[in-house]
């Protein structure tokens, strides 16, 4: 029967093992949290050993475990075939054996806390014997707080033999307590999710980069929780260190999240570590991203390149029986088209990278003939590009009076879009002429934005190096702008084209403070606009002209005759 006692029992005599097993044919009342009788014979057995001895016992009174540890400290078996109950706990108490002596009250260890709140067990017992006095200390979960870390209550009992508890409506009161204060918490129906931040001490920008990971997390349909901000020196081994990153997990635990959200871009070996310490699901910056991608990506090309983008990005973490991926395999951080194949072998992964990567130089052939077809016409191609959800589609409809989804989400426009139009342009006298143009709406630009995507998506991309003019676009608005803009112009010098002849618009106007305004205007040389009501587009539309045909007669020095300056029909 020895097969059934798990834990620390190397060196234990035949003697000394039938002792333990002899607690697994005890018999508990539903209505008893520990009879008097099993409690004495516990410590007694642990004394007897010098060494910590625990059970489980299920609500119904049976004993399902018996495993011995050493002297302070108690490894718990694993629980994964025991089911969570109504309420979510999981039907199952601890009783394990105090053998400290540095009071006669008995103590329940830190570790046995977490235990509790982590395996959502029903309550943890700690015994303590004394002479004839029998005390225990009982712990349970409480209600969660939104203010407050996950917490739980505890109960002394200064003699057992004395204590009158019905254990069964005991718990069926709490968990009803539970289930009302989960259902109380405000809820959409959407995954949930905690977001962690980790920054250097001396980093600036946590505030403006946990908002934005809140908006990436909107964008892709997750509610928000609560925000966990920590700047310290970054542990290699799991970003925030092991005792806050428990932290992180109970307080998930209490709030009732699915996930952690982690603002930045998580190693391979710090992602494996920190999924093997939750059964939570854990994604990182790039992964969300990733999946805003694969939820809006509609044309087979947006969906290809996802799917190459996200097996790129997972390949380095697939590692045998590593349940992190696993827990990915459906919702948010596994969707698209890509998601059943992230446990598939390594080899074929690579097999299909390389037929992705073939199938996209094939689209991007096709389309380097499309814009040389253009270029053969004289048609100049303006490209709109700019920070995520500065409002790019919106300016790109009211010039070419399209109807490109416009929502105030990042990464509204994936799917490039153009249009070919011609713009009027205010002449002398109160006349106007045409200028045939290519606009072309781009996907929006984000701080640490995975490489695997800039890769995946280099053909969309493929256009700028063609362009006649980028129009950089900034939200005026917006108190981070001129670190945003940044971020685009360091994303164009990493693609070599830092030196294109470039217009800045500085939108959403209407929201800005003149003062504020005024001196991006001075900063940036950026033309005012508001997209929605046009307001500043003649102004804008004048500056396109001049850059266009300050952009063809330089061409023109260089690749043409001086009778083909003569030619020039932009005014």
Excluded at 90 to 108: A, C, H, K, Y
Excluded at 160 to 188: I, K
Aim: hydrophobic share 40%; glycine share 6%; charged share 30%.
């Amino acid at each position: 029967m020895s097969q059934h006692i798990k834990g620390n029992i190397r060196g234990l005599a035949p003697s000394e093992l039938r002792k333990i097993e002899r607690l697994f044919v005890r018999r508990f009342e539903k209505e008893e949290i520990v009879p008097l009788e099993i409690a004495r014979e516990i410590h007694r057995v642990a004394s007897d050993l010098n060494r910590r001895i625990g059970m489980l016992v299920s609500r119904e009174g049976r004993i399902e475990e018996v495993f011995v540890g050493q002297r302070e400290i108690l490894y718990l078996p694993d629980l994964g075939r025991y089911r969570f109950g109504r309420g979510r706990l999981r039907r199952l108490r601890l009783i394990f054996s105090d053998l400290s002596t540095s009071t006669d009250q008995p103590t329940i260890p830190a570790d046995i806390y977490t235990d509790l709140q982590k395996l959502r067990l029903d309550t943890v017992v700690s015994v303590k014997v004394a002479g004839n006095k029998t005390r225990i200390a009982y712990a349970y979960i409480v209600p969660p707080g939104l203010e407050a870390a996950p917490m739980t209550h505890t109960e002394v009992v200064d003699d057992l033999g004395r204590h009158a508890l019905d254990y069964d409506g005991f718990m069926t009161e709490l968990e009803n307590e539970l289930a009302l204060a989960r259902e109380a918490l405000p809820s959409t129906g959407k995954p949930q999710a905690i977001l962690l931040g980790v920054y250097d001490r001396r980093g600036t920008e946590s505030e403006a980069s946990m908002e934005e990971l809140e908006e990436l997390a909107r964008t892709a349909g997750v509610e928000v929780l609560d925000k966990i901000v920590q700047k310290r020196t970054v542990d290699p081994k799991t970003l925030l260190g092991k005792g806050k990153l428990e932290q992180v997990v109970l307080r998930s635990l209490a709030l009732g999240a699915e996930m952690i959200l982690f603002d930045t871009e998580l190693k391979p070996g710090q992602w494996r570590i920190i999924t093997n310490q939750t059964e939570l699901k854990v994604l990182d910056r790039s992964m969300l991203i990733l999946d805003i991608f694969a939820q809006r990506a509609r044309s087979s090309e947006g969906r290809l390149q996802v799917e190459l983008a996200q097996l790129k990005y997972n390949l380095p973490r697939l590692v045998e029986k590593d349940t992190g991926l696993s827990r990915l395999s459906g919702g948010i951080g596994g969707r698209g088209p890509g998601e059943t194949k992230l446990e598939i072998g390594r080899r074929r992964i690579r097999d299909r990278i390389t037929e992705l990567e073939k199938r996209i130089d094939k689209l991007s052939e096709q389309r380097s003939l499309r814009r040389q077809r253009r270029k053969d016409n004289g048609i100049p191609l303006i490209s709109i590009l700019g920070y995520t959800n500065v409002g790019k589609s919106t300016l790109f409809n009211a010039l070419t009076q399209s109807d490109v989804l416009v929502e105030n989400k990042l990464f509204a426009t994936l799917e490039p879009a153009q249009r070919r139009i011609h713009l009027q342009i205010p002449g002398g006298e109160g006349t106007t002429q045409l200028l045939p143009v290519v606009l072309s709406d781009t996907v929006g630009f984000i701080r640490a934005l995975p490489e695997e995507l800039k890769s995946a998506f280099r053909a969309t991309l493929e256009e700028l190096y063609d362009a006649q003019l980028l129009i950089h676009v900034l939200d005026a608005s917006d108190p981070d702008v001129l670190n945003k803009k940044a971020a685009v112009e360091g994303i164009l010098e990493e693609m070599e084209i830092e030196d294109a002849p470039t217009l800045v618009v500085l939108n959403k106007v209407d929201r800005a403070k003149p003062e504020v305004l005024a001196e991006l205007i001075q900063e940036t040389s950026g033309v005012p606009v508001c997209a929605i009501n046009r307001q500043g587009f003649d102004a804008l539309r004048l500056q396109i002209a001049a850059r266009l045909k300050a952009k063809r007669a330089e061409s023109a020095k260089v690749n043409t005759s001086p009778s083909d300056l003569q030619s020039d029909e932009y005014p």
